[in-house]
């Protein structure tokens, strides 16, 4: 195999982890890589002990335990469109899907398996890059939120990951902060805000927060 043709494979286990590479590497390495950028994630969602909780493309399942403990009386729900991290979820987290705690499912943004308003609080981590129609697949994300609820979309900058990661970036959609800012006020968010992690560098985390 050539380099490019790793580079690619490589790129396309980051959008959509799959097969015995994607269960026992990916999951792992996901939860390592993006760990800085799912706690602030986390904590900016600001998860009250009823709230029900979205996290879209969940990846290695690092947030879900984390979220299901803060929304202690409500639910926390995953949805990804990698079989594969949807299997590694429902073995990893079989004690709390039982007990009613967290629900994972298969599913993309182009229709999210929710009615209408069912969520507090939605956030995705390092997925933006790969949605195939952006404003389209927010304004999806915002019918499955409750009027006033909480949006969070973690990415990486442009700049970032081209200096980190040029030669991996197969299929990949980069954006600097002001245009993710502009996409959640195209969608329909308002208050929209981007925060810079403070301690994640040098891959110059950010995240656009916006109220539905």
Request: aromatic share 8%; glycine share 8%; with cysteine.
């Given at each position: 195999?050539?380099?490019?043709?790793l580079?690619?494979?490589?790129a396309?286990?980051a959008?959509?982890?799959?097969?015995w590479?994607g269960?026992l590497?990916?999951s792992r390495f996901l939860n390592?890589?993006?760990r800085r950028?799912?706690d602030?994630t986390i904590?900016?969602?600001?998860?009250q002990?009823t709230?029900q909780?979205?996290?879209i493309?969940?990846?290695?399942?690092?947030?879900l335990?984390?979220m299901?403990?803060?929304?202690?009386?409500?639910?926390?729900h995953g949805v990804?469109f990698?079989e594969s991290?949807?299997?590694?979820?429902?073995?990893?987290?079989?004690?709390?899907?039982?007990?009613?705690?967290?629900?994972?499912?298969v599913g993309d943004?182009?229709?999210?398996?929710y009615?209408d308003g069912?969520?507090?609080?939605?956030?995705t981590?390092?997925?933006?890059?790969?949605w195939?129609?952006p404003?389209?697949n927010l304004?999806?994300?915002?019918?499955?939120i409750?009027?006033?609820?909480r949006l969070?979309?973690?990415f990486?900058?442009r700049?970032?990951?081209?200096?980190a990661a040029?030669?991996?970036l197969?299929?990949?959609t980069?954006?600097d902060?002001?245009a993710?800012?502009?996409?959640l006020?195209?969608?329909?968010?308002t208050h929209v805000q981007?925060e810079?992690?403070p301690?994640d560098?040098?891959m110059d985390?950010n995240?656009a927060?916006?109220?539905?």
């Amino acid at each position: 195999m050539t380099v490019t043709g790793l580079a690619q494979q490589l790129a396309a286990q980051a959008r959509k982890p799959s097969g015995w590479f994607g269960r026992l590497v990916m999951s792992r390495f996901l939860n390592k890589a993006n760990r800085r950028i799912n706690d602030l994630t986390i904590k900016r969602l600001e998860i009250q002990p009823t709230d029900q909780v979205l996290d879209i493309g969940f990846g290695g399942g690092y947030t879900l335990p984390i979220m299901a403990a803060l929304a202690s009386i409500g639910k926390v729900h995953g949805v990804d469109f990698s079989e594969s991290m949807v299997q590694v979820a429902e073995k990893r987290f079989a004690d709390l899907i039982q007990q009613g705690r967290i629900e994972i499912r298969v599913g993309d943004l182009s229709s999210l398996p929710y009615a209408d308003g069912t969520f507090d609080k939605v956030c995705t981590v390092n997925t933006l890059y790969f949605w195939p129609s952006p404003l389209e697949n927010l304004r999806e994300i915002r019918r499955v939120i409750k009027p006033g609820g909480r949006l969070v979309v973690a990415f990486r900058s442009r700049e970032s990951l081209q200096r980190a990661a040029k030669k991996l970036l197969y299929g990949f959609t980069l954006y600097d902060p002001d245009a993710a800012l502009n996409l959640l006020e195209r969608a329909g968010f308002t208050h929209v805000q981007i925060e810079k992690h403070p301690h994640d560098k040098p891959m110059d985390s950010n995240l656009a927060v916006g109220t539905a």
